[in-house]
């Protein structure tokens, strides 16, 4: 009942920046903590960032000062400013919202909890 889509990935060579977007639809009232993910062939999911409704964020420290997460919770959007990029950013990138509260047809609340969307793939050559 949460779709997630993500866009803005492509080929770009190191040193070069992307920038990211997610959009969350459906019957949203709001969302906690939305992030992105990365996962690398052979490597496990891992988070790059996430940022709280009220506009916490956090960063894994492999991209602290180079990436930046923002929200426009008007939009349910996150996006992902990553500059200075480097061959080992390259993997798909996932956007997550951790618990969206979404009003049913009935016209009570539901909590969904882990939506993700399908993925952006980053590839930075060098």
């Known amino acids: 009942q949460v779709h997630m889509v993500e866009s803005g990935g492509g080929l770009v060579q190191a040193g070069g920046s992307l920038r990211l977007s997610c959009a969350a639809s459906?019957?949203?009232?709001?969302?906690?903590?939305m992030g992105w993910y990365r996962q690398a062939p052979g490597k496990q999911r891992e988070l790059v960032a996430s940022?709280?409704?009220?506009?916490?964020?956090n960063y894994a420290d492999s991209v602290k000062g180079r990436f930046t997460i923002s929200r426009d919770n008007d939009k349910n959007t996150i996006y992902l400013q990553m500059n200075s990029l480097k061959p080992e950013d390259t993997a798909l990138y996932y956007c997550?919202?951790?618990?969206?509260?979404?009003?049913?047809?009935?016209?009570?609340?539901?909590?969904?909890?882990?939506?993700w969307g399908q993925g952006t793939q980053v590839t930075v050559s060098s």
């Open positions: 997550n919202a951790d618990r969206a509260v979404v009003r049913q047809r009935s016209g009570r609340n539901l909590s969904i909890f882990g939506s």
């Open positions: 940022i709280t409704n009220g506009g916490t964020t």
């Open positions: 459906g019957s949203i009232l709001s969302i906690n903590t």
